[in-house]
């Protein structure tokens, strides 16, 4: 089946700079990637939606400025989250498709912010 | 919006089968689907069903779904040790659309 990654797996930072996750399609081209966050006994919330070569558009609540999002290319999306707090610890999910179809999921980024 | 819901917890002898819930609660979701999250890994799909059906069977896996009380569940037969891991339903309007995932359901093997 399809596979994607995600980069890095686990991440420590200090409250205040800037943290640049990593999503890749392995073996397949994807038009549009999602970023999901999930809080612990949490479901996965859906922070936004990319395609490639546009803005994300982002979910109700979700501050773009904070949650940068780029899908430079149709096997990568990045997700920076930008100054970087405590309350933004998180495990951070990615997914993939292919045009309309079912979503490959990424094994997502644990960000602790100390 | 849409709101998924399904029990935390559910603890099940190996061997016998395990039953998890979930209701939902937009009757216009067409798929519906059961994902499996091991320990530090990400969501498999393990199956959906499209809301015209009723029933699915895949090997050890059945899903029964009741549109008129918007209740959907995952039975694994002959639960065994690699069975142990979080299941979360998640439904959607459409197959490229939004995803609304419930809390997942941890599922617990006694030996």
């Known amino acids: 089946g399809a596979v994607v990654s995600q980069h890095p797996s686990r991440v420590i930072c200090k409250s205040g700079t800037s943290v640049k996750i990593e999503c890749r399609s392995l073996d397949f081209q994807a038009t549009t990637m999602f970023w999901y966050r999930q809080f612990p006994k949490q479901s996965l919330m859906l922070m936004a939606t990319s395609n490639e070569g546009s803005k994300a558009t982002y979910e109700q609540g979700v501050e773009k400025d904070k949650f940068l999002i780029n899908h430079a290319s149709l096997t990568l999306s990045t997700l920076t989250v930008t100054s970087a707090h405590p309350e933004d610890s998180s495990f951070y999910i990615c997914?993939?498709?292919?045009?309309?179809?079912?979503?490959?999921f990424g094994p997502g980024t644990r960000l602790t912010v100390l | 919006g849409e709101d998924v819901e399904q029990s935390l917890f559910l603890s099940v002898r190996e061997g016998d089968s395990s039953v998890i819930n979930c209701t939902y609660t937009?009757?216009?979701?067409?798929?519906l689907y059961w994902y499996k999250q091991e320990p530090g890994a990400g969501l498999q799909l393990l199956t959906y069903?499209?809301?015209?059906?009723d029933m699915k069977q895949d090997q050890r896996l059945t899903v029964l779904l009741n549109k008129k009380d918007k209740h959907l569940s995952l039975r694994i037969a002959d639960t065994q040790t690699g069975d142990s891991a979080i299941y979360f339903c998640?439904?959607?309007?459409?197959?490229?659309?939004?995803?609304?995932f419930g809390k997942g359901t941890r599922l617990h093997i006694l030996p």
């Open positions: 069903i499209f809301s015209n059906m």
């Open positions: 997914s993939a498709s292919i045009g309309h179809n079912e979503q490959f």
């Open positions: 937009d009757s216009s979701s067409t798929y």
């Open positions: 998640a439904v959607s309007m459409n197959r490229d659309d939004k995803i609304i």
